[in-house]
């Protein structure tokens, strides 16, 4: 540590001691799985650990000299600076040992051999596209002595805890909701995926959940389908009479389950049969990912009503078939389905008079709980490309105290998409009822800022607990004609009235979300998005 006793440390100094264990990591995107055993997984948790340190330096403004004034750590003791520099020089010295541990290969992409025009170019391409290194990064690394890297690991996670706990500006949630974008980021390599969401590995639900996302969204982009969804047969689902959007499940052990159905419904002819595999692609990720940990209830398959088709003169109709959480926490959730059918967002909205609308620090929570969600279906490379109020769904607490706005969980992905798969022609535009929650450019194609457009939409109805064709006057009303006209209308008027009733944070991520100020480059928008959604949303109280 350099400096006297006496000397007054600067956040400079946090800044260059900062640098020094940020530079001397190893980068995941050079890992080299050798097939030693246990190698993949303790790769990624050094990674992790990594990442984690990368996030606090981004919270806490000491990873960028030209915005190391904004530090909240600049007004801190002189002795707490200096233990956090101490800290950061130990996490340097445990990289240096980290990188005294692993064999490097330098890398040098051998030519392809001679080949001919009737030679499969598939494999070599494969491979060729697979090679995702850092340009700074002349090498690949593997694992050569396991136990003392181990060691290593677990003395960085001990360090990187130590340093959330000495500074403490920032709760856990904000920690908890930024790992799974950041860490995913860099870590594109298939078998790290499916290393990271193995469920055996215990890392974190949400983490593990988004890397598995992330990996069958690469086996749909490269046209490698993982599997198919499970087909729920007429004779396993009972419709209830008092709706069809109900029914008893009788699962393959037996075991009965109340369920709802979200119907897909299209005619037939015309390109039916790419909705009806785009819908067994869906419910076969729906299956996989599903998890309270993504905002997304338990899903069971899809059902191809073959009766409905008849009766309709050849419609189709496609459910995904949903069920209460079976070991929710921190409380399990009411299996009567007729009697306390899960209610959306636009229900309760339009639903509750003045005097029961939710605390504004449940509606901050929402907010919260909604960005976040984004946030792991992009890092995953999903859009969900069909977002508003109706789409997000409560369920009824069995202690009968009603839904709880704080925990949401996401539907309506009839029209979601990995984010390179071309749009099918029929899709959420088409409504004009839901117009105004969608970019003006969307007709042009669906990218994370369009995407997330939706999601500031849904924040201003959050925060006037008011839907927004609700705000509107007849006077007005005429002129809403298009989407451009709503997004003046949505930027110019509702935004600017939420800055008294929800404070100036919370306007500022609407404004973000609505003028689409994130970049496109993928590890500028997940810094970016944390410094301008999840921070000020965490900030917001009441």
Request: proline share 6%.
């Amino acid at each position: 540590m350099s400096g006297g006793a006496g000397e007054a440390i600067g956040v400079l100094g946090l800044v260059m001691a900062f640098k020094g264990a940020a530079d001397a990591a190893l980068w995941i995107e050079s890992f080299f799985n050798d097939a030693k055993e246990g190698c993949g997984y303790l790769a990624l948790s050094y990674h992790i650990e990594k990442t984690r340190l990368q996030v606090w330096g981004e919270l806490y403004k000491v990873n960028d000299d030209t915005i190391s004034s904004q530090s909240p750590l600049r007004h801190r003791p002189d002795p707490i600076k200096e233990l956090i520099v101490h800290i950061l020089g130990q996490i340097r010295k445990l990289d240096e040992k980290a990188n005294t541990l692993v064999e490097k290969h330098r890398i040098g992409i051998a030519p392809l051999p001679g080949l001919g025009l009737d030679d499969d170019l598939g494999q070599h391409i494969r491979t060729l596209a697979n090679i995702k290194v850092k340009p700074r990064n002349g090498f690949l690394w593997t694992l050569k002595r396991k136990t003392e890297f181990k060691e290593v690991v677990s003395n960085i996670r001990k360090l990187v805890g130590d340093l959330r706990e000495l500074s403490q500006d920032f709760n856990e949630q904000v920690f908890a909701e930024a790992l799974p974008s950041h860490a995913l980021a860099s870590v594109n390599d298939p078998e790290l995926l499916k290393e990271m969401a193995a469920p055996g590995n215990n890392f974190e639900r949400s983490l593990a959940s988004s890397a598995l996302a992330k990996s069958l969204y690469q086996d749909e982009s490269q046209q490698q389908p993982s599997g198919s969804p499970t087909r729920i047969r007429k004779q396993q689902l009972k419709f209830l009479t008092t709706s069809p959007e109900f029914g008893i499940l009788t699962r393959p052990d037996g075991n009965k389950l109340t369920v709802w159905i979200e119907w897909n419904t299209f005619a037939a002819g015309g390109e039916w049969r790419e909705y009806a595999k785009r819908i067994d692609k869906l419910g076969y990720f729906l299956e996989q990912v599903s998890n309270p940990a993504l905002c997304l209830p338990p899903c069971y398959g899809v059902f191809d009503d073959s009766a409905y088709e008849m009766a309709s003169g050849g419609a189709k109709r496609i459910g995904f078939i949903f069920g209460p959480p079976q070991n929710a926490t921190p409380h399990p959730y009411d299996s009567n389905l007729p009697d306390y059918p899960p209610t959306t967002l636009r229900k309760l909205i339009k639903g509750q008079d003045t005097a029961s609308i939710p605390s504004l620090g449940d509606r901050f929570h929402l907010a919260l709980a909604l960005a976040a969600a984004f946030s792991r279906f992009h890092a995953a490379g999903w859009l969900h490309k069909g977002f508003h109020s109706g789409s997000i769904v409560f369920l009824h607490r069995v202690d009968e105290r009603g839904v709880s706005i704080t925990e949401p969980f996401i539907t309506g992905f009839q029209y979601s998409r990995p984010q390179l798969e071309q749009s099918l022609p029929q899709g959420p535009l088409d409504n004009k009822e839901l117009q105004h929650y969608y970019h003006p450019d969307a007709h042009d194609g669906f990218t994370k800022q369009r995407d997330l457009y939706s999601l500031g939409v849904v924040l201003c109805e959050i925060g006037r607990w008011r839907m927004v064709t609700d705000l509107v006057s007849e006077r007005r009303r005429a002129g809403l004609d298009n989407r451009a006209a709503w997004q003046r209308y949505l930027v110019d008027v509702v935004a600017q009235d939420l800055e008294w009733r929800v404070g100036t944070m919370y306007k500022s991520v609407v404004m973000t979300l609505l003028q689409g100020r994130l970049p496109s480059l993928n590890e500028l928008f997940v810094k970016q998005y944390l410094e301008k959604v999840i921070l000020p949303l965490s900030k917001c109280n009441v």
